[in-house]
């Protein structure tokens, strides 16, 4: 069966897969973890650019409902699962993983006003909170996404309150920061983004059979 990459503007890629339910014979052969992802590997045209852009655009799209960061950018579905990440990790990136890319996009994102983070208990969002948003990102950065398996859905941290404060690291949890999408990124996503990724993708198809195993690729790539 033929499903499109891409079926219309502000959505995600390969929706059409998640309708049917194939995705999840996909993922027996593809693992289930950052799926899309893996997928759009599977075309040979797919450069590193191309990735880059994804990792853009999903962030974007994501950040535009205000989740909690773990639901918008860290998820077993998403594009990369950052409950196993390490600072190691980051730094010895095995292909094709691209996981430093997808933190520097969302660094880049951040550092460019985009997305913004907010605390549960804080009146200023993070790139308010330092003297400058390069300050605040190599803080936030460091200290959340590289050891992000210390703030995972610690139940007995919930129940034990105390304030969630940019200053108090130790006291971060998974469910208390969440990611927004600023005026300006909003502005960027609709105006230039989301209509250039669908011009890009709007002529591309996957066939896949009914084991899950892709077939081909048809159509092209509209760069």
Known sequence: MKYKALES????????IYKTGINK???VILGEQALDLKVLLTNSHITKIDILEYFEYCILQEAQSDFEIDEGFMGQYDIYPLDILSKSLFENDPQPSYASEYIGIIGECFLGNLIDFICKDEEKSLSHSFDSPFEAWKYFKEIFFYQYQNYLY???????????LWSNPKDWN???????RTPKGTKYFNEILSPRFYNKYKDLSVEIDEKGNILRWIGQINR
């Open 154 to 164: 610690d139940y007995s941290k919930k129940e034990d309150y105390s304030k969630i």
């Open 25 to 27: 014979k996909i993922a």
């Open 174 to 180: 998974s469910w208390d920061i969440n990611v927004i």
């Open 9 to 16: 503007i502000d959505t995600f890629l390969f929706n059409s």
